[in-house]
Structure formats: C-alpha cells, structure tokens
C-alpha cells in the first residue's frame, strides 16, 4: 500500500507541473514590452551613450524618460544577441521554474506538507503566477526577487542577520531591472510591523529600509527615480487591461482568489503562528485593486497558507485518501499528466514567436505585414499606431521611423495622449484631434478599429496597404506604392535585428 501511495503521489506531483508548464506554454508569444526595452539596450550598445531621454516617438515625452526596466532590456537584448530568440524562451522558462519550486522549497521549510501544498496552493499557483508567466516580462524577475527575499527573511526569524548584505545586494539588482522592487520594500515594511505587533525588536530592520530607499539612486538617472515613482505608484491606469480591478476580468480568476480569501481566514483560526498574515492581507488588497499583483498574492499564499493548514481536518482527510484510493488517484494523475502534456506539446513551447495572423476578430495581433512593408518601400517618418504595438515598430524600424506611442505608458507619456490614441483609434467625435496635434506621415490600424472608416471618408488620406488583420493609410499625395495582402499568411517568427 506504501508502494502505491508514493506511485500516487509521484502522479499527481507530475500532473500539477503538466497542468502549470501546458498553461505558460500556451504563451509563448513575445510580450510587447519586449521590443522597447531591447530597442533601449539596442540604442545604448550602438551609440555608446545612454539615453536620458526619448529617442523612438515623436510625440511630446517625458523629460528625462526613467525607464525602470532599462536592465531587463540588457539581459534581453544581450541573450537575444548572443544565442537567439531561443535564449528568451529558456530564460522564460528558467525565471517560472524558479519562482515554482523556490514556493514549494520555502513552504515546506515553514513546515509545509506536500499535501498541504497540493490540497490548497495548487489552483492558486496555476492562475497567479500564469498572469506574470504567459509572456517573457520583467515581472518574472520580480517574483523570482520576491521569493528570495521572503527566504532572506525566514533567515531573520531564525535570529541570524547575515542575510542583510545579500538583501542590498539583491535590491541593488532589483531596481535596475524592474520597478517591481517597490513590493521588496512593502514586504521588509509588513515583516517589520509583525515584529514590532509582537514587541519584537525592529531596528536593524528600520536600518535595512533606510538603505535600501537610499540605494534606489543607484540608477542611471540618479535622484530623478524618485521623481519618476512618485508619479508612477499614484497614477491611474485602470484603462490598461491588467491594472484594471480583478473583478473586471475573467470570471475563473475572481473564483480562485475568492475562495483563497475563504481558506486563508478559515486556517487563520487554528493556528498559532500567523507569521506573514500581514504582508497576505496587504497583497489581497492590492489584487481586489489591480489585477497585476495576483501573482505576488499568489506567492506570499503559497508559503504561508499551506503551513497554517497542517494539522487541519482537510488536510488529514487528503492523507486519509491517498492511503485508500491511491491506485486510482495514481491512474487519475497520469491521465491528467499525459493530456496537459500533449496540449504543451501542441503549443510548441521551445519557440518564441510573434502574433501575426488573426485568430478572433479582436485579439491582440502584432502589425508585422505593416513593418514589412513600410521596410520594403524604404519609408522614414511619423507612424501612429496604437499603444500596444509602437514598441514593435520601433523594434523593426528605428531609426527610419519614429512613433506616436508604445507601452512605455507611465515612463514616457503623459496621461493626455493615451486619451487621444483611444478617442483617435475609436473614431469619436473629437477623432482627429491627435493626427491635427501632431501630424503623421503613416497611420496603421487594426483593420477592426472605427477609425478606419473615419479615414476611408477623409478625403486627405489613402489607403495604401492592408493584410487580414492591419491597414495602413498614408497622404493623399504619398509615393507609397498600394499593395492588397489580404488572405496572405504572414511569418510569426521572432524579429531579429537582421530584420
């Protein structure tokens, strides 16, 4: 029986990962906040200065353009450059291996069982940390820091205070490759408030913030970081899907963090060590307010929920059956195990690659008949493109062309001019507001989009490209040649700089 209960949880164990890698390996397209973070690393490398400043639009920007995730462009650029866009997805699959088992590894080390972990974290696990992991993203750094740090505190718990070099260290790193360190020092802030709560002593900690807030002029831009947070951590992006409050988003999503809400506060009531509840009710806030911190709810969950509920009556019931129907809880997890596989498998995981060919009437699909041609025809000018693609255009065509927007929303843009892309590109009233403010040379749209009939009306501009998914309008007096691509499937390779 021993036999089969360990066959059983060998199953199930492969079954969860299974179920995880299908769901990240359904993401394998490139992240559009890819392309202007190398582009950054890009302009560095061949000008052999770095810039301050914006180079790549040609819209009103801001000055200087704190780029927070000027690192990550770096290692990006630098992993691209030296071995391919297959470096990117092994890095993505590297930094989501790291953050799966550095959860399991730290809760098992707060006396986490694995059924525990499996009977709880699991569902939590597959929807958080696949809202940071469906794409190659700095966040990915983020929750990787995020959960070093977390061991770097259990190390303090344990009176030692070796830790703290490694955590300046860590945060030094941090800060140059993503904002996100801002929720290292929340979580150093919730650590120090348990402590001081338990009248426990806090003042190496109040010294480890001081510094740590101190080294975040550690940064090409100095002191204007600060500035540059400021402005960022207070203002509204609720206009931008996923900073959006989760109730808004799909319904599974809301289903699991509700029910995480319900067996956090239920296993809150038999222990006795709450350690860590303050930093969970702090993330659980700032997930019900944007869905972005899920996944770093979803960690801070996973390393201390599980361990609340040991010794619980679920969790023994879970044991309970393991031992009586392990032989077709084996069979079940190999069943689940083979079918996730497969579905991994189909989503061909082991290549980086770029949305070009429609796949619903309104998905999120990159202009890459648009770049291709403007390439060929030899254009240079001012492109207007909606928000989420300016950074690959600025990828593909820089220097040649400068664009009107891309999603460096809070680095580089004032609030204002998001506001007239969405009324340009949505064909309202005041429509022509952004092309009269700051004429272009070339206007690309999704071919959905109500702007297209307000430019096929507009007696100053042509139509001189289009394929199934993006046309592209020029002046009526433009040399451009008109070419028709509809029905022609298009290359979702990654772009290189051959490109």
């Given at each position: 029986m021993r036999d089969h209960e360990w066959w059983a949880k060998v199953a199930v164990a492969a079954a969860v990962i299974s179920v995880y890698v299908a769901i990240a390996a359904g993401g394998t397209f490139a992240d559009?906040?890819?392309?202007?973070?190398?582009?950054?690393?890009?302009?560095?490398?061949?000008?052999?200065?770095?810039?301050?400043?914006?180079?790549?639009?040609?819209?009103?920007?801001?000055?200087?353009?704190?780029?927070?995730?000027?690192?990550?462009?770096?290692?990006?650029?630098?992993?691209?450059?030296?071995?391919?866009?297959?470096?990117?997805?092994?890095?993505?699959a590297a930094l989501g291996s790291l953050v799966f088992f550095g959860v399991w590894r730290l809760a098992r080390r707060r006396g986490a069982s694995n059924g525990a972990l499996a009977a709880s974290a699991i569902p939590l696990i597959i929807v958080g940390l696949s809202v940071s992991f469906v794409t190659l993203r700095a966040q990915g750094v983020t929750l990787v820091l995020f959960v070093l740090q977390l061991g770097l505190l259990e190390r303090d718990r344990s009176g030692g205070r070796r830790w703290i070099l490694p955590w300046l260290a860590v945060h030094l790193l941090w800060l140059n490759l993503h904002a996100g360190f801002v929720i290292g020092i929340v979580a150093l802030g919730a650590y120090a408030g348990e402590r001081l709560l338990a009248r426990e002593p806090i003042r190496h900690l109040v010294l480890v913030a001081v510094a740590s807030l101190g080294l975040v002029a550690v940064n090409p831009w100095g002191l204007d970081y600060y500035a540059y947070l400021a402005g960022a951590l207070t203002m509204d992006r609720s206009m931008i899907t996923e900073w959006a409050p989760i109730q808004d988003h799909w319904p599974p999503f809301v289903a699991v963090f509700l029910l995480s809400l319900v067996v956090a506060v239920l296993a809150l009531r038999g222990?006795?060590?709450?350690?860590?509840?303050?930093?969970?009710?702090?993330?659980?806030?700032?997930?019900?307010?944007?869905?972005?911190?899920?996944?770093?709810?979803?960690?801070?969950?996973?390393?201390?929920?599980?361990?609340w509920l040991e010794g619980s009556r679920g969790v023994a019931w879970i044991r309970e059956v393991f031992v009586r129907r392990a032989l077709p809880i084996a069979f079940l997890g190999v069943v689940i195990g083979l079918g996730f596989s497969s579905a991994a498998v189909s989503f061909r995981p082991w290549s980086l690659r770029v949305v070009a060919n429609p796949r619903t009437p309104k998905g999120l699909v990159f202009?890459?008949?648009?770049?291709?041609?403007?390439?060929?025809?030899?254009?240079?000018?001012?492109?207007?493109?909606?928000?989420?693609?300016?950074?690959?255009?600025?990828?593909?065509?820089?220097?040649?062309?400068?664009?009107?927007?891309?999603?460096?929303?809070?680095?580089?843009?004032?609030?204002?001019?998001?506001?007239?892309?969405?009324?340009?590109?949505?064909?309202?009233?005041?429509?022509?507001?952004?092309?009269?403010?700051?004429?272009?040379?070339?206007?690309?749209?999704?071919?959905?989009?109500?702007?297209?009939?307000?430019?096929?009306?507009?007696?100053?501009?042509?139509?001189?490209?289009?394929?199934?998914?993006?046309?592209?309008?020029?002046?009526?007096?433009t040399g451009l040649p008109v070419i028709d691509r509809r029905g022609t499937r298009l290359s979702e390779s990654f772009p290189g700089e051959e490109e």
């Open positions: 559009p906040d890819m392309y202007h973070e190398m582009s950054l690393a890009r302009e560095w490398v061949k000008t052999g200065d770095f810039p301050h400043d914006d180079v790549f639009a040609f819209t009103p920007t801001k000055s200087p353009t704190v780029h927070h995730e000027w690192g990550w462009g770096v290692v990006l650029y630098g992993a691209l450059g030296a071995f391919g866009p297959g470096a990117l997805v092994l890095l993505r222990v006795g060590s709450r350690r860590g509840w303050l930093l969970l009710a702090l993330l659980a806030v700032a997930a019900v307010l944007q869905l972005r911190h899920l996944s770093l709810y979803a960690v801070v969950w996973m390393v201390t929920v599980p361990c202009p890459v008949g648009v770049a291709d041609y403007l390439h060929e025809a030899g254009f240079e000018g001012r492109l207007v493109v909606p928000f989420v693609y300016g950074a690959y255009m600025t990828w593909r065509l820089y220097p040649e062309v400068l664009v009107s927007i891309d999603g460096r929303f809070e680095v580089a843009y004032n609030p204002a001019l998001l506001a007239e892309h969405g009324a340009f590109f949505a064909g309202k009233d005041d429509w022509r507001r952004l092309i009269d403010e700051h004429p272009p040379d070339a206007i690309a749209i999704p071919r959905w989009m109500a702007a297209v009939q307000r430019l096929v009306d507009d007696e100053s501009w042509k139509q001189v490209y289009e394929d199934d998914a993006f046309v592209l309008f020029a002046p009526v007096n």
